[in-house]
């Protein structure tokens, strides 16, 4: 495996002249428009660097572009790989491997996420300060690969406490403080959605928010050293009372909806790092 993370970040470093990003961001499910933020220089197709996966959700676009944002050179990943595709959790998280080898420094993640928390409305923003891993493995199983950190990385505080503050005070800034929560994130396998007893059962064990994704990439950043800031834009209610059957469509539109706000404070936070 380190063989391939290191076969596809010498394929990009020759494809864009040895760019080297400072932030990597990864964008969720209908989260692609903040690419459009970007002043792209290299674009890069997923199907073209060796051993990457392939996208196969609708609204992951598949490229890499690297470029800047807000005058920081960045490399956005519009679209990430899930377990429930049929990938390894190596290789859900080997793009997280790539972009540290390419230089990166930080790591901000979006995801789109169902609301378990009563108090959060459709198209809210969550700041992710803690999670609930209940994927069935992680991509630390396994041989160690020790050029990419420790067999055992903490995760005493997984997400980063200098990006939260310093998205927090962008969401005050911005005049979103309102629509800006915190919250514990809950990593399921899916692909298929909760039942209402398993939503209220996630409750129960202290999650806000609900979805299919970035854990694994977080712990990997983790293993890497990488500081973490995490947003789930809240595409759906799961709380009692506000349950009904979910129809993509509107996870979509909820995401439209949230999206220039996500943009805003992904911007500012870039801008000020």
């Known amino acids: 495996m380190l063989k391939q993370i290191q076969s596809a970040a010498a394929y990009i470093r020759a494809h864009s002249q040895n760019f080297q990003p400072e932030t990597g961001i990864i964008l969720g499910t209908g989260l692609g428009a903040l690419a459009n933020e970007v002043e792209v220089e290299y674009q890069i197709n997923y199907a073209d660097i060796p051993h990457f996966p392939l996208s196969t ?24 790989f899930h377990y429930y595709e049929g990938y390894t959790m190596q290789q859900v998280a080997m793009p997280v491997r790539v972009l540290k080898l390419l230089g990166i420094s930080q790591l901000l993640v979006s995801n789109a996420a169902g609301g378990l928390n009563p108090d959060f409305n459709l ?27 420790p067999r055992f990385p903490d995760m005493f505080a997984p997400y980063d406490a200098g990006l939260l503050a310093r998205a927090e005070a962008a969401a005050q800034a911005l005049g979103h403080a309102g629509t800006t929560r915190r919250g514990v994130y809950a990593s399921v396998p899916g692909p298929m959605l ?60 909820a995401a439209a909806q949230a999206e ?11 801008a000020g790092l």
């Open 260 to 270: 220039p706000r996500l943009t805003a404070l992904v911007k500012a936070v870039v």
């Open 123 to 149: 198209a809210d923003l969550m700041l992710i300060d803690d999670h609930i891993n209940l994927q069935p493995t992680n991509p630390l199983i396994g041989p160690n690969l020790d050029e990419l950190g």
């Open 57 to 80: 959700v609708e609204s992951h676009a598949g490229r890499l572009l690297l470029g800047r944002m807000e005058g920081r050179k960045v490399a956005v990943l519009q679209g990430r």
């Open 194 to 253: 909760e039942t209402p007893a398993e939503y209220r059962y996630l409750r129960t064990i202290g999650a806000d928010a609900v979805g299919m994704s970035t854990v694994p990439e977080v712990i990997a950043a983790r293993q890497l050293g990488l500081p973490v800031l995490a947003v789930s834009v809240i595409t759906d209610l799961c709380a009692p009372g506000h349950l009904k059957p979910v129809v993509l469509a509107d996870i979509f539109a």
